[in-house]
């Protein structure tokens, strides 16, 4: 026999005993998840910062939008007014005097047809003598032909005629007869004089000049005539008509002369400087729609104005914008650790969540860039795109914490003015707010169509307060709260055509998913009626009551009904082993040993789980088929094993443990009631008399049994939820196994010994 030992136990040490104090969230992640986690909230640091510093880097302003104040110069700024140089070279190309030179091809013909004229016409007795070429261009007539035999001699043009038309040819050379083209150009320009080139090539710039259009021909012929004075009247009839016969000009332009004096000019311009200071005039004036110069002029001015400062002034302007930035990400890094610390433990979330914020970031960047009085527009459509995504993958209130953050992220990178800002966080605020739970796809319109209204109103109400009321200051309010409304629609329609890219990237499940799979015609569950109607209807029930006791409690009553609705899809494979399929038939575990029996009803969550990975159910209503148990007791064939054993007296007793379901307990509000209802549902149904109050007591009573046995242990649900869960399981049980009423039946026999006959169930009762 073995002595007992005397030794007394040391005394515990207190101190070990005492609570290790407050334990923060980042020390429950690990250093190697807390490792992960840094260089990701770093890494979303420095690209937001990168962003943010690439925006304001540039001009506040784009072309084409109208500046809502003046702008002016931080420092003194000497620019190059580029519009106003053009216009002097445009003003010196225009005053510089066309070129023209002589048109020595014509005048040379026509001086050697004159030349030879009295000589070609001294045998001619009459106008049919001559040949017709001379007639058709001089026009002679008989009187003409008398007149012009007086200057030949044997044949030839005498001494005298060479004289006169050397003379005549002298004044023509003297006077700028020009082409239509050429004289409509010449009026039209600025210049008060032309350049020519003479016969001998001497260039002559004057402006005491008389053009004369040679498709004027009155004028023509007039000015012809007076240079012909010194001939007979019928001669210069006959050179007017020459001339008007075959019309060409006494001067051409020389266009490459002429080009290249415009050029000579253009260059000699100097280029006009303009001086912006900070009291002087602004730059850009308010009301002005910006152009290309005075974009020009501000990058510019942003230029000079970084370049003047000493590099600890330059390096403090850079680091107030990445210091707020950080101050974010911290900001954001605490939201994550208090409110969805899954994220922290995730680094696919994280790593998702912080890809989210910087691709919106950079969007709101990218829009606003792209074109004018976009501005507002490209904050709210960003912001909001983040906030309704959040949403859907998350909660209301994580969303509304984020988008704030990315609200000032934005509104630093666009440099926005603090009712831009007010106007984005009321659109992200209104967005969030209508979508607590997204049923039908038409939600998610609506929602981006009223938030778009109230960003309309509030670019009205921001404009109204911030902006001067210059000239047509309406018209950029317009094109701003249209853009506003459109940011918001494409955003809504953006989020629902990729829903289910959302659902996969974030492993969540939307409630139009839910409602797509509460479809009783889809597979899995025409599968379940047809080969365990009884389980199926079970199902039905329980959903029925587990969605009331959500509701009662604020969870997501959708959520357990769908999860009741799969929690036993594991039954079909052998539905006869449960008594809901079995219909007043044999009991098949009566042959069982009361192990075999357990085998096969705790089998029935694992082939759930197999089945919903094998129609692909959606992973959130997966732990309602592994944890409707929980780890509770089998009871049923406990007992059993333990009143064999007891007849067996060799026989060891069966443990506790070896009966219960392998769980997990369920980890959720939702999961813990489909728990709850499960149970009571099921006892109901064995409930001879099921009374209200009956029905009370005996929902109260499993659930301060699976309450004693820990099944709510890991799910986050209070005592006072639990009395409210009570209460709608009661109220819900009882619409449907209250008492029946017996209503009499016609006797089959007459007499005092008849027996009335009583109905069974029926809908009145």
Not at 130 to 155: C, D, H, M, R, W
Not at 255 to 274: C, F, H, I, S, W
Not at 281 to 294: F, I, R, S, T
């Amino acid at each position: 026999m073995a002595l007992k030992s005397t030794k007394k136990p040391r005394r515990t040490d207190p101190r070990k005993l005492a609570p290790l104090g407050r334990v923060y969230p980042w020390q429950r992640l690990g250093r190697k998840k807390m490792a992960l986690g840094l260089l990701m909230a770093m890494g979303f640091a420095v690209l937001a910062a990168a962003v943010v510093h690439y925006a304001r880097s540039q001009p506040i302003y784009r072309v084409g939008q109208v500046a809502d104040r003046s702008i002016y110069a931080r420092v003194e700024l000497v620019w190059i007014d580029r519009e106003e140089t053009e216009r002097e070279i445009k003003k010196e190309r225009d005053e510089t005097p066309s070129a023209y030179k002589l048109n020595t091809l014509f005048l040379d013909q026509f001086r050697q047809e004159l030349i030879t004229l009295p000589g070609n016409v001294a045998n001619a007795e009459s106008v049919r003598d001559v040949l017709p070429a001379l007639v058709n261009k001089f026009g002679l007539y008989k009187s003409t032909l008398i007149e012009l035999k007086t200057f030949q001699n044997e044949g030839q043009s005498t001494a005298e005629w060479q004289t006169l038309v050397d003379g005549f040819f002298a004044k023509l050379r003297e006077q700028e007869i020009l082409r239509s083209t050429d004289y409509q150009d010449e009026q039209s320009n600025r210049a008060k004089e032309i350049s020519r080139t003479t016969a001998s090539g001497r260039k002559i710039t004057t402006s005491d000049f008389v053009l004369i259009n040679l498709a004027n021909e009155k004028e023509v012929k007039d000015w012809v005539r007076d240079a012909a004075t010194s001939f007979p009247e019928e001669i210069r009839d006959s050179l007017a008509y020459y001339y008007l016969a075959v019309k060409e000009p006494t001067y051409v332009l020389d266009e490459e002369a002429t080009e290249q004096a415009k050029l000579v000019a253009a260059e000699a311009v100097m280029p006009v400087p303009r001086t912006f200071r900070p009291d002087g005039e602004p730059m850009v004036p308010a009301g002005k729609e910006l152009d290309d110069a005075e974009y020009r002029v501000l990058a510019l001015e942003r230029e000079t104005y970084l370049a003047s400062l000493d590099p600890i002034e330059r390096l403090l302007h850079t680091s107030g914008p990445v210091a707020l930035v950080v101050l974010v990400t911290v900001g954001l890094v605490g939201a994550v650790m208090a409110m969805r610390r899954r994220i922290a433990e995730n680094t696919l979330r994280g790593l998702a969540l912080g890809l989210l914020l910087s691709s919106c970031l950079l969007l709101a960047v990218l829009v606003r860039f792209s074109g004018a009085n976009v501005t507002i527009a490209a904050a709210v459509g960003a912001t909001l795109l983040a906030a309704v995504i959040i949403t859907i993958a998350y909660d209301q209130m994580f969303a509304l914490v984020v988008a704030t953050l990315l609200s000032i992220l934005v509104a630093l990178a666009l440099q926005l003015s603090m009712g831009a800002l007010v106007v984005t966080l009321a659109g992200c605020v209104v967005g969030i707010a209508q979508l607590r739970e997204v049923r039908q796809r038409g939600k998610l319109t609506r929602a981006a169509l009223v938030t778009g209204l109230v960003v309309a109103v509030g670019v009205w109400g921001a404009g109204l307060t911030e902006r001067n009321l210059y000239a047509d200051w309406y018209y950029p309010l317009i094109g701003e709260s249209l853009w506003g409304l459109i940011a918001a629609l494409a955003v809504g329609f953006f989020v629902l055509g990729v829903l289910p890219f959302i659902e996969r990237a974030f492993k969540v499940t939307t409630a139009m998913t839910l409602l797509e799979w509460s479809d009783v015609n889809q597979p899995l569950l025409r599968r379940l009626a047809q080969a365990a109607p009884g389980t199926y209807n079970h199902s039905l029930s329980v959903a029925t009551i587990a969605e009331a006791a959500a509701d009662a409690i604020g969870a997501n009553g959708l959520l357990v009904r769908v999860g009741a609705y799969y929690h036993d899809i594991g039954k079909m494979n052998k539905p006869q082993y449960f008594v809901e399929n079995q219909a007043g038939g044999p009991n098949r575990h009566a042959k069982l040993s009361p192990a075999m029996s357990l085998l096969i009803i705790v089998g029935h969550v694992k082939d759930g789980m197999e089945m919903a990975r094998e129609y692909r159910l959606p992973p959130i209503l997966h732990h309602f088929i592994e944890s409707h148990h929980g780890t509770t007791l089998v009871e049923y064939f406990y007992h059993t094993a333990r009143q064999r054993t007891a007849e067996d007296p060799g026989a060891a007793q069966p443990s506790e443990f070896e009966f219960r379901y392998p769980g997990p307990k369920p980890t959720t509000r939702e999961a813990a009631i489909l728990l709850l209802s499960d149970s009571v549902e099921a006892g109901c149904r064995t409930m001879n008399d099921p009374t209200a109050g009956r029905i009370e007591q005996f929902v109260h009573n499993v659930a301060m049994k699976r309450l004693m046995d820990g099944q709510f242990a890991e799910c986050g649900l209070t005592l006072a939820e639990l009395a409210r869960v009570e209460a709608a399981l009661t109220k819900s049980l009882c619409g449907i196994y209250h008492s029946r009423i017996a209503y009499p039946t016609e006797e089959k026999t007459a007499g005092p010994h008849a027996q009335p006959r009583t109905a069974g169930p029926s809908a009145a009762g």
